[in-house]
T-cell receptor
């Protein structure tokens, strides 16, 4: 009965490969997010979707492509992986996008690019 | 644009001592402010939030924070530290402004809290 789940938890891959991270929330929320946490623990927004529509797309290489098949899912596909993509990626969800409501975070996916 | 500054990347206290983690914000509008905690190898968990109601906000695990507009601060405190409080703490401000759509969180760089026996 995990609120926000991500798969896989760990992902180790070679440079140049393509990989996907999946996120699902069972809270009935209408807004989902992807955040990236770098090696210094700094967290930054990458994307935000509201009702399956892209709301936020920060300065992220177009090798990163989010996909939201429905309100409960927001997947992240990464093409041509680079060393600098190594990080922990967190999915989150909230009800509404007005920013006053709690965001619930998944456990994270630790991506290591070799 | 909204931003958050956390003073002190690492704070160490003794068990039973006062915990004080500092956060200052910058916002062009009345802010929504949050404190999240991250335990090792886990996701983030909300401790407390300020959304323009009471300026003294109580959260989980005995933590509280006071919103001070004059000082643009939202410091996190706990009267008596416990070993289980050792974690990374993040202050965040909502990127949302009235009429806008960006409800993402803008995080500070985090403060690692260590608790000595």
């Amino acid at each position: 009965d995990t609120a926000v789940s991500q798969t896989p938890k760990y992902l180790v891959t070679q440079m140049g490969n393509d990989k996907s991270i999946k996120c699902e929330q069972n809270l009935g929320h209408d807004t989902m997010y992807w955040y990236k946490q770098d090696s210094k623990k700094f967290l930054k927004i990458m994307f935000s979707y509201n009702n399956k529509e892209l709301i936020i797309n920060e300065t992220v290489p177009n090798r990163f492509s989010p996909k939201s098949p429905d309100k409960a899912h927001l997947n992240l596909h990464i093409n041509s992986l680079e060393l600098g993509d190594s990080a922990v990626y967190f999915c989150a969800s909230s009800q509404g996008q007005a920013g006053r409501n709690e965001q619930f975070f998944g456990p994270g996916t630790r991506l290591t690019v070799l | 644009a909204q931003s958050v500054t956390q003073l002190g990347s690492h704070v160490s206290v003794s068990e039973g001592a006062l915990v004080l983690l500092r956060c200052n914000y910058s916002s062009s509008v009345p802010p929504y402010l949050f404190w999240y905690v991250q335990y090792p190898n886990q996701g983030l968990q909300l401790l407390l939030k300020y959304t323009s109601a009471a300026t003294l906000v109580k959260g989980i695990n005995g933590f509280e924070a006071e919103f001070k507009k004059s000082e643009t601060s939202f410091h996190l405190t706990k009267p008596s530290a416990h070993m289980s409080d050792a974690a990374e703490y993040f202050c965040a401000v909502s990127g949302w402004v009235y009429g806008g759509s960006q409800g993402n969180l803008i995080f500070g760089k985090g403060t690692k809290l260590s608790v000595k026996p």
